[in-house]
């Protein structure tokens, strides 16, 4: 099974592909909004990107108040 | 009118199927100017009938399919309005809603939701209207209601209990959270989910293969098939006709449109 450093990298690098964001720009606690200069209905479509990646369904409340990837990276985590 | 370029929606048909374009900035929120051409396009129903075996409903917007009613000008009729005519004026409104998308319901053509990005609310209830959906994979559904102190007012609970199970209906009400297009498609809400950005090519695809089959016989297999909650779909009203009365609704209101204009919140988000 992924550990948690596995799960926020994969996160990164999608997020990174997907926003076309260079990687080497990311880090793990970085604000994915300010970051991938995303809105609500982008942060939805990272959510579905997430999901269908990892093979997991994450309520949407799971991730109020969350900006962070490596926050979002736990919450997955935890779905694993 | 077979054919209609209106401000927030365009209709067409070709070659025994109607297509239904949904195009109101920024995400075909349901207010007066949408529903008004609705109406328009419900009027022009029996033509299209006569006409088309099939009809795909399809957002031209990127956001998606709808983000559900227009809570901006709710709010803003809500300001200048005591209570009682507030709520007067919403049950006016959801019977006008009700009327058009019971008579999407009940038509003959094989109707298709064609759905990508937000299905929310009042969009949701749009495509729960319509006999099949077909989701691109990145296509959300929710019932966000709850959040402003309301249940689903264009039908969404009854047509929702058609079609999947109590639990996932309670889930989805209660929780007021977003669910993915494979999920929807796992709980019987959707019938195909495509590729991303495939979703118009396998919706039309569909609509052709349902234009080969006896039109009378489809109809009837179908008003066999799915029956319009009617006495539910009145009791819906009345419910969020008491429910809207409460001071919390106009509260939340207050509160959505003040943060929409502050961009402090995230409005798809719970």
């Not at chain 2, 195009?23 to 109406?39: K, Q, R, S, Y």
């Not at chain 2, 959505?256 to 409005?267: D, L, M, Q, V």
Request: aromatic share 6%; glycine share 6%.
């Amino acid at each position: 099974m992924k550990d948690l450093e596995q799960t926020t990298e994969e996160i990164l690098n999608l997020a990174a592909a997907h926003f076309h964001v260079p990687r080497k720009s990311l880090q793990a606690g970085d604000d994915f909004y300010e970051k991938l200069k995303i809105d609500s209905l982008q942060a939805l479509e990272l959510l579905s990107r997430l999901e269908n990646h990892f093979g997991v369904e994450l309520p949407d409340y799971e991730v109020q108040g969350v900006s962070d990837f490596r926050t979002l990276a736990s919450r997955i985590q935890a779905r694993l | 009118m077979t054919h209609f370029e209106g401000k927030a929606l365009s209709w067409k048909t070709a070659e025994g199927m109607a297509e239904l374009a949904l195009h109101h900035p920024p995400a075909n929120e349901i207010g007066t100017v949408l529903l008004e051409e609705l109406e328009r396009f419900a009027e022009a129903l029996p033509l299209l009938e006569s006409q088309a075996s099939a009809l795909m409903i399809y957002s031209k917007q990127q956001a998606g399919f709808s983000a559900g009613a227009d809570l901006l000008e709710l709010h803003s009729r809500l300001e200048h309005t005591d209570n009682a005519s507030a709520v007067e004026g919403v049950r006016g409104f959801l019977e006008r809603i009700h009327a058009v998308l019971n008579r999407l319901d009940d038509s003959s053509l094989t109707t298709i939701a064609a759905v990508h990005g937000v299905c929310f609310g009042g969009g949701f209830e749009l495509a729960l209207a319509c006999d099949l959906i077909i989701a691109d994979k990145m296509a959300r559904f929710c019932f966000p209601e709850l959040r402003l102190g309301l249940i689903p007012g264009f039908g969404g609970i009854p047509r929702l209990k058609r079609d999947a199970g109590n639990a996932l209906v309670r889930d989805l009400l209660l929780t007021g959270r977003s669910i993915n297009a494979a999920k929807a498609l796992a709980s019987g809400i959707v019938s195909q989910v495509t590729a991303e950005g495939e979703v118009l090519r396998v919706a039309r695809s569909t609509a052709a293969q349902v234009t080969k089959f006896d039109r009378a016989a489809a109809a009837a297999a179908k008003h066999f098939a799915k029956r319009l909650p009617t006495e539910e779909l009145r009791r819906e009203i009345d419910v969020f006709c008491q429910l809207f009365a409460q001071p919390a609704v106009r509260q939340a209101l207050a509160k959505y449109a003040e943060a929409k204009r502050t961009k402090s919140i995230h409005p798809y988000l719970p």
